[in-house]
């Protein structure tokens, strides 16, 4: 055997210790191998229909709680950016993030060697950094059929165990009872493109970095970052504000009742202000007017999703993670 071909079937060996998915369907556990921390993990577990941007959907705040199984079948090829990098913002350039929100990962194959000029560690590196698990050698295809069958699925990682002969339900737990939002939104009010106009505020339920920066670099204006459950009829900030910014998010919108608060009181402005929601904030919107969300079968989670602009006719390719509507 030649050394290039060694050398490509070395990136594909089975390297890793032992590891297992749990099911709550009681489904026969799903044995794998090891490529991140030996944490065991609970989590919903969801499937994400990209191709390519597992440094920024790993990293989106939207995957808080989740276990992600990726379908594009080989995963870790081209590594993992500088994470001391920034923009001009002061933000992670590479990435939606200052964390890697997701609780666990699940692959098909995953590739020990990687290469890209801007890589700076592995996959295998970066989930180990984080405490985070990642486990491949799975069938991502027959695992991502099951789900879109039974939908989403409750689930739970453990490396190095003994699978038990009957599988106890207490292990499982269901991140959508937490408030996920209060988990990932900031602490503190933070102001971007300071000087420009129009002032915006944007509630962060989970914000990824690129709305920042394009709110801010595309339309120029004032954005104005408050937490999820900022008092905006209080204003304790006294923030002169000419429209409101509802940001994507992980979780049930009612489980944030502060921010369909305020969402509410904007509503009531006279004369009325510009209100803008996406994926959750979009939810909370509704809530504030009156309608009710309800959780989807398995969500809708991926980078290459066709819009059609009703008004225009134009089509867009768009991003999107959401698991209630």
């Given at each position: ?37 030996p944490t065991p993990v609970s989590g919903e577990v969801v499937f994400n229909t990209g191709m390519v941007g597992y440094p920024e959907a790993l990293s989106d705040p939207s995957y808080r709680g989740q276990i992600l199984v990726l ?145 801010v670099e595309t339309h120029s204006v004032q954005l104005t970052v408050v937490p999820f459950n900022y008092d905006l009829e209080a204003n304790p900030e006294n923030i002169e504000w000419q429209g409101l910014f509802l940001s994507n ?77």
């Open positions: 055997m030649s050394s290039e071909i060694s050398s490509v079937l070395s990136c594909l060996e089975l390297k890793g210790e032992p590891a297992v998915l749990y099911l709550e369907n009681e489904s026969v556990p799903i044995r794998a191998r090891s490529f991140g921390a379908t594009y079948p080989l995963i870790g090829n081209y590594g993992v950016p500088d994470e001391s990098l920034e923009d001009n913002h002061g933000l992670p350039k590479y990435f939606e993030s200052g964390a890697i929100h997701i609780a666990g990962l699940v692959v098909s194959s995953y590739s020990w060697e990687h290469s890209h000029w801007a890589a700076q560690k592995s996959l295998s590196e970066w989930l180990t950094a984080h405490n985070i698990p990642g486990i491949f050698d799975v069938d991502t295809r027959e695992l991502t059929k099951k789900i879109r069958e039974l939908g989403s699925l409750l689930g739970r990682i453990e490396v190095n165990v003994e699978v038990p002969q009957s599988i106890p339900r207490d292990i499982f737990s269901d991140p959508n009872k937490r408030n996920l939002v209060a988990e990932v939104s900031t602490k503190s009010t933070i102001v971007y493109g300071n000087g420009n106009s129009p002032n915006i505020i944007a509630y962060d339920c989970g914000m990824k970095y690129n709305i920042i920066r394009y709110l998010g992980p979780g049930d919108p009612t489980m944030c009742p502060q921010t369909i608060a305020s969402i509410q009181y904007a509503l009531s402005l006279v004369p009325p202000r510009p209100i803008f929601g996406i994926c959750l904030g979009n939810q909370l919107l509704a809530l504030a007017a009156g309608a009710k969300t309800y959780k989807l079968k398995y969500g809708n989670r991926g980078m290459n999703q066709p819009c059609i602009d009703l008004r225009t006719g134009r089509c867009y390719i768009t991003p999107q993670n959401y698991g209630f509507a």
